[in-house]
């Protein structure tokens, strides 16, 4: 186990959780994740794996099959998972937004339906809120979702859908208008908003009526997860499937799932920071140059202290942002600071391993390659870096408010 990025306090159950999600990942992940991210293929075979474990139920709760463990438990599950292969913690990230919303704002009807299904990994979870001229204003969102007597009709484009192609529930965040009069609306715009639970088959084209996963996106990086746009036209929704049984509440359903959303991109970012900084301090004592492994010379020691304070600093602000959640207090100051600052050295500890590594760091032959392409999306994940800064911003205001 590393000296580095270790957390206290933790229960017996809550260590034995995660010995073995390291062992999986050592053993299952690692020795195959550059073969099939450099084939952007998707790991169907680690994912069974997972399920096993029942890593897809950590956090649901007991009486739906889940595992019913906190929010800390399974960012450091993430955080482990990332460390061998970051797009299989997104996998795990949206199915697990998704069942944090259902448990949190669902009928209970909704409840006993999905979650013992998502505990098992047979509903696999992806949800969708960005559209292809919207950015971070969510405000903005066109897709509409009108109602046709017992349903609504869905209408509109989404885009960045992970797990699109291979998920089977879509959480849609739509606007619906419905009971505001049009100025309420233009006014107050997230009033209008609505979450769809939306069912489908797996795979791409056209997978219901009314419905198109046209195909993977081509990335640089973060690859052999699906991510997907999203075409809606004219599919039809029973008004049961509306998140919580009313119209109007999805923003803030959103925005809680995204809360928790953005820990576990902190814990992705500390995971791939600590597979950066093993390959970095590893490689350094290994490669020779001037008589002399490059781990004695003094520009690589500065270097590799820089990297494991970082991994370190990362790791325990994501450690509090989740406990704090987990204590049942507002986090969303301590979330936005803890993925800012993640997924930022994470970034730079990743490019100080790919410096250490010369002119191999280059080669797809070595892994820290990879982990450079995969790095930047963890910056714009969960809200970018900018949008984080005004979080953190306005909130600090909040808190700090000038009595004069």
Request: proline share 3%; glycine share 12%.
């Amino acid at each position: 186990m590393s000296r580095l990025a270790q957390t206290e306090g933790l229960n017996e159950i809550q260590r034995d959780i995660l010995t073995t999600v390291r062992d999986f990942v050592d053993k299952e992940i690692l020795p195959v994740a550059t073969e099939l991210e450099h084939r952007d293929e998707y790991p169907s075979q680690i994912v069974e794996g997972l399920k096993e474990l029942g890593v897809f139920g950590l956090m649901i709760p007991e009486e739906y099959g889940g595992l019913g463990e906190s929010l800390l438990t399974y960012a450091l599950c993430v955080e482990e998972i990332a460390r061998g292969w970051m797009s299989v913690s997104g996998i795990i990230n949206t199915h697990f937004i998704v069942a944090y919303m259902l448990k949190q704002h669902g009928t209970q009807e909704q409840k006993d339906y999905f979650l013992p299904k998502m505990a098992a990994g047979e509903i696999r979870g992806a949800f969708s809120m960005s559209e292809p001229a919207l950015g971070s204003d969510v405000s903005s969102i066109t897709s509409k979702g009108v109602r046709d007597g017992d349903d609504f009709l869905l209408t509109g484009q989404k885009m960045w859908l992970t797990n699109g192609g291979t998920s089977s529930l879509v959480a849609v965040l739509c606007r619906t208008d419905e009971g505001l009069s049009p100025e309420e609306a233009a006014a107050k715009p997230h009033r209008s908003m609505t979450t769809f639970l939306v069912e489908k088959e797996p795979g791409f084209g056209d997978v219901r009526p009314g419905l198109t996963i046209p195909g993977k996106i081509d990335k640089m990086g973060y690859k052999g997860v699906d991510t997907t746009e999203l075409i809606m036209d004219g599919l039809r929704v029973p008004a049961d499937r509306v998140l919580g049984g009313a119209t109007g509440r999805g923003f803030y359903q959103m925005m809680d799932g995204v809360e928790v959303g953005r820990v576990n991109v902190a814990a992705r970012g500390c995971g791939v920071a600590q597979r950066a900084f093993e390959l970095g301090v590893s490689y350094a004592q290994q490669r020779h140059t001037f008589g002399k492994p490059i781990a004695q010379h003094q520009a690589i020691q500065f270097k590799l202290a820089e990297m494991g304070t970082k991994v370190e600093a990362a790791h325990a602000m994501m450690v509090n942002a989740a406990r704090k959640k987990d204590s049942g207090q507002r986090n969303d100051l301590e979330a936005g600071m803890a993925k800012y600052l993640a997924s930022e050295y994470c970034k730079e500890v990743v490019e100080d391993a790919f410096r250490i590594h010369g002119g191999y760091g280059f080669s797809k032959e070595y892994e820290i390659e990879r982990l450079y392409r995969e790095a930047p999306m963890l910056l714009i994940g969960e809200g970018t870096a900018e949008i984080q800064k005004m979080i953190i911003g306005r909130r600090l205001l909040e808190e700090y408010h000038f009595q004069g």
